[in-house]
C-alpha cells in the first residue's frame, strides 16, 4: 500500500537518486520500441518475414504517438487537480509501471507471422495502450521535479541525474536488446525488459516528495480546455515546445535507422547494433557533467542553443559515412556516432530543469502551480515528434529505399536531422527567461 509522503526537511541525496534512476526503465523499454519495433514488423529486404508493410508500420506507430495529443494534457490535468490521500503524482506511477510492463510485452507477439490485416490491428492497438500508459506513468513521475528541486543549480542537477540514469537505461538498452533477440527471440526480451521498466518505476517511488499544498492552491479553477489555452498562450513553453520538436523530429528518425544503417549499408548483423548504440550512449554519458558546468556557467538557455546549432552542423554528414577513403565504414560508423553523442547529451540536461523554470513563470501568471500540464505537454511535444519521425521514417524508406542495392532512404535521414535541429536553434532563440524564476510572494517582498 502507497503511504503518504513526508514532507518538510530537503529530500536527502540517496532519495533524489532514487527518483532519478526512474528514467533507467523508462529508457530501456523505450529506447526498445523507438529503434525495434518498425524493424520487427518490417524487416529489410530479404532478411526476414514483413508482418506489416513498412510504410503502414510507420504510419501507426505515428499515429499511436498523435494519440497523445488527449493523453498528456489530460494525464496532466487530471494529476495536477488530483486529490488522492497519498499524492497527486504517486497513484498515477503506481498504477501506470505495470500497465507500461504488460503493453511493452504485448507488443512482441502479434497474432500472426506473416503480412495480416490482423497484425495492423493488434499493433495498431498495443502500441497506442503502451503509449497511455507511458504517459499515466511519466507526466506525473517528471512533474516532481520541481518539488525535489526548487533552485537552478538543483533542477540542472536532477536533471542531469535524470539524464545519466537515462543513459544508463538506454546503454543497457541497447547493450541487452540485440543479443537477446539473437539468443532467446523477442518474446523473452519484452517479458525481461518489461520486468525491468515495471520495477524501476516503483523503486522511483521512494525519491517522490510532494510539498503539502492547501486544497484552494490545489485546484487550478480550470477546464482542461481553458488550461490547455492558459499553456498556450505561454510565450516561453511555445519557443520552448518548437525547439524540442524540431529536435525530437531528428532524433528520433536517426534512432529508426540504426537498424538499417547496420544491416544494410555496414552489411552486419542485428547484434552489432548494440555496438553503435552503446558507444553512443556510453559518450553521451560521459558528457553530461560537460553539459553541466556549461549550464552553469553560461546559463541553460544559451546551453540549449548550443547543442542545437552543434547538432545543426554534425549531422549531415551522416550521409557520407562509408565513402571516406583509407578508413573502413566500421569505424567511420564508430567514431561519428561518438562525436554526435556529445551534443545530443546536452538535449538531456536542460530540458527538464527549464519546463521547472516554465512552470515557475506560469505561477506568476496564473498564481497556481500546474506542473503536471507543462510536463504534460512536454511529453506531447516528445511524442508528437516521434509521431512525425516515424511517419517520415516509413515514407522515406519506401520512396528512396533501403536495400543493400539502393540505401539512399537511409542515407539522408542526417541532413534531415541537420536541418529540423537548425529549425529548433531559430524558434529556441525567442526563449527569453533567466534562470532565476521569482516566485509570486518573492515578488510582494
Not at 495480416?116 to 495502450?129: E, K, R
Not at 557533467?289 to 541553460?300: A, Q, R, S, Y
Not at 502551480?369 to 504534460?376: D, I, P, V
Not at 540505401?407 to 536531422?417: K, M, Q, T, Y
Request: charged share 15%.
Amino acid at each position: 500500500m502507497m503511504k503518504t509522503p513526508k514532507t518538510g526537511a530537503e529530500l536527502s541525496f540517496a532519495k533524489k537518486l532514487l527518483y532519478c534512476q526512474g528514467c533507467l526503465g523508462q529508457n530501456i523499454v523505450n529506447l526498445t520500441v523507438v529503434t525495434w519495433v518498425i524493424y520487427f514488423f518490417a524487416p529489410p529486404e530479404g532478411t526476414g518475414r514483413t508482418l506489416i508493410p513498412v510504410g503502414l508500420a510507420g504510419a501507426i506507430m505515428g499515429i499511436g504517438r498523435v494519440f497523445d495529443v488527449i493523453s498528456d494534457p489530460l494525464v496532466g490535468y487530471w494529476s495536477d487537480n488530483a486529490t488522492f490521500h497519498s499524492g497527486r503524482r504517486r497513484p498515477f506511477i503506481f498504477w501506470g509501471a505495470p500497465l507500461v510492463a504488460l503493453t511493452f510485452f504485448l507488443i512482441w507477439i502479434p497474432p500472426v507471422d506473416h503480412a495480416s490485416f490482423v497484425n495492423v490491428v493488434w499493433l495498431f492497438i498495443i502500441i497506442n495502450g503502451y503509449f497511455t500508459a507511458l504517459t499515466i506513468t511519466g507526466v506525473p513521475y517528471r512533474s516532481v521535479i520541481p518539488d525535489i528541486a526548487s533552485s537552478s543549480k538543483d533542477r540542472l542537477m536532477i536533471s542531469t541525474g535524470m539524464a545519466v540514469f537515462g543513459s544508463i537505461g538506454a546503454l543497457l538498452g541497447a547493450g541487452l536488446t540485440g543479443p537477446i533477440i539473437q539468443s532467446l527471440g523477442y518474446i523473452p526480451m519484452g517479458a525481461i525488459l518489461g520486468v525491468i521498466g515495471w520495477a524501476s518505476f516503483w523503486l522511483a517511488l521512494k525519491g517522490v516528495r510532494e510539498r503539502q499544498r492547501s486544497a484552494e492552491d490545489l485546484m487550478t479553477h480550470l477546464s482542461i480546455v481553458g488550461a490547455v489555452k492558459e499553456t498556450l498562450k505561454n510565450r516561453e513553453f511555445l519557443a520552448f515546445a518548437a525547439a524540442i520538436f524540431a529536435f525530437q523530429v531528428g532524433f528520433q528518425m536517426f534512432m529508426i535507422v540504426i537498424p538499417y544503417f547496420v544491416k544494410v549499408i555496414l552489411g552486419r548483423p542485428e547484434a552489432q547494433v548494440a555496438i553503435f548504440q552503446g558507444s553512443f550512449v556510453v559518450v553521451m554519458m560521459a558528457a553530461l557533467p560537460l553539459w553541466l558546468w556549461v549550464g552553469n556557467k553560461i546559463g541553460k538557455r544559451k546551453g540549449q542553443l548550443l547543442t542545437l546549432l552543434l547538432i545543426a552542423l554534425l549531422f549531415p554528414v551522416f550521409f557520407f559515412i562509408g565513402f571516406i577513403p583509407f578508413i573502413s565504414p566500421f569505424l567511420q560508423s564508430l567514431l561519428y556516432f561518438c562525436i554526435v553523442a556529445i551534443p545530443i547529451s546536452g538535449l538531456y540536461v536542460f530540458p527538464n530543469a527549464i519546463v521547472g523554470d516554465i512552470t515557475d513563470y506560469d505561477e506568476q501568471l496564473t498564481k497556481k502551480r500546474r506542473e503536471a500540464m507543462y510536463y504534460g505537454g512536454f511529453g506531447f511535444i516528445e511524442k508528437s515528434a516521434w509521431a512525425v519521425a516515424a511517419i517520415l521514417v516509413g515514407i522515406i524508406l519506401d520512396k528512396f529505399g533501403y536495400s543493400a542495392d539502393n540505401p539512399l532512404g537511409i542515407r539522408i535521414v542526417g541532413p534531415l536531422v541537420g536541418a529540423v535541429a537548425l529549425a529548433g536553434f531559430l524558434a529556441f532563440r525567442q526563449y527569453s527567461l533567466p534562470d532565476v524564476i521569482k516566485k509570486p510572494h518573492e515578488n510582494q517582498t
